[in-house]
């Protein structure tokens, strides 16, 4: 009798094993520099314009006033307790497109002007997926999702709302396929 059930036991141990029963092996996730909430929008247009009768000292200054709106959601960010790499290691098991990742390098993760009438922003995450010898880029946003849901954040939300900034991460961390 004991028998029998020591040989079941193993039988059922062994026959679960292959199923994804357990853990993926986890894969490296790096950041680069700099390492922090970016935003690209309005600078980039008044740099341009100031390029023109200022040179590159109008393009300087262009980036300047991205920086200092990037500064301000930052500021936002960490009052409201919002940790962006927490959020992405908790959703990268759930992004499809990533399940079979080995490393991940996160090139940039930030808010973009979506619509500059309204100031509508959006969340996006550059990142690069490695396999093996393959390499992907890939944006993953969340412009599609407050497009389907009608949820529109403007930049003056995101500068004074962390719940807002969490939000649209969020979306842009929702299951991609």
């Known amino acids: 009798m004991l028998f029998v059930i020591l040989s079941t036991a193993c039988a059922l141990n062994s026959g ?9 092996e986890p894969f490296e996730i790096t950041y680069s520099s700099p390492d922090r909430i ?11 314009a100031l390029m ?27 009052a409201g307790s919002v940790d962006f790499k927490s959020l992405f290691s908790e959703a990268v098991s759930n992004i499809d497109v990533l399940k079979d990742a080995d490393r991940i390098d996160v090139k940039k993760y930030g808010f973009v002007i979506k619509d500059g009438s309204k100031d509508y922003v959006a969340a996006e995450v550059r990142i690069v997926m490695h396999n093996g010898d393959v390499s992907e880029e890939l944006v993953l ?7 389907m849901l009608d949820a529109w954040v403007t930049l003056e939300d995101i500068k004074k709302n962390s719940e807002s900034i969490e939000k649209l991460f969020s979306y842009a961390l929702i299951n991609h396929k």
């Open 16 to 24: 679960c094993s292959s199923l994804s029963f357990f853990a993926q």
């Open 38 to 48: 970016s935003f690209q929008g309005k600078g980039a247009g008044a740099g341009i």
């Open 52 to 78: 023109s009768t200022m040179g590159p000292v109008g393009i300087a200054l262009g980036v300047a006033i991205d920086e200092g709106i990037a500064k301000d959601i930052r500021n936002t960010a960490k």
């Open 141 to 147: 946003s969340s412009w599609k999702k407050q497009k």
